[in-house]
Structures are given as structure tokens and as C-alpha cells.
């Protein structure tokens, strides 16, 4: 029974692992279709809107 327990937690962490995994896959994959996109277009940034204010900023790397 203790084996079936500590197989079952090492499955259940393996999971959340591959999940997380994919998740940051997906942030990076992301990061760098932006940065391909700003190469061919020439610009050396993303304007985003502030919504409070209406005034345009260039994107920070983590939003």
C-alpha cells in the first residue's frame, strides 16, 4: 500500500510539472512571436493604453 501511495504522489508531481512546464512553453513561444513581429515591422516596442488614463506606454516584459 505504501508504494501505491508514493507511485500515486510521484504521478501527481509529475503532472504539475508537465503542466507548469507548458505554461511557461507557452509564455516564452509568446515572448518570442512578439519579438519577431516587432523585427520585421521595425519597431522597437509595443504600445499599450493605460486604461485609467488613456495615455499610451511601451509594453514592460511581463505583461
Avoid: C, H, I, S
Avoid at 22 to 41: H, I, M, P, S
Amino acid at each position: 500500500m505504501p508504494q501505491l501511495l508514493l507511485l500515486a504522489a510521484v504521478g501527481a508531481v509529475a503532472w504539475l510539472g508537465y503542466k507548469r512546464f507548458l505554461q511557461e512553453a507557452e509564455r516564452v513561444n509568446a515572448r518570442v512571436r512578439d519579438a519577431e513581429k516587432e523585427g520585421r515591422t521595425g519597431a522597437q516596442g509595443t504600445l499599450v493604453e493605460d486604461p485609467k488614463t488613456g495615455e499610451y506606454r511601451l509594453r514592460k516584459p511581463d505583461e
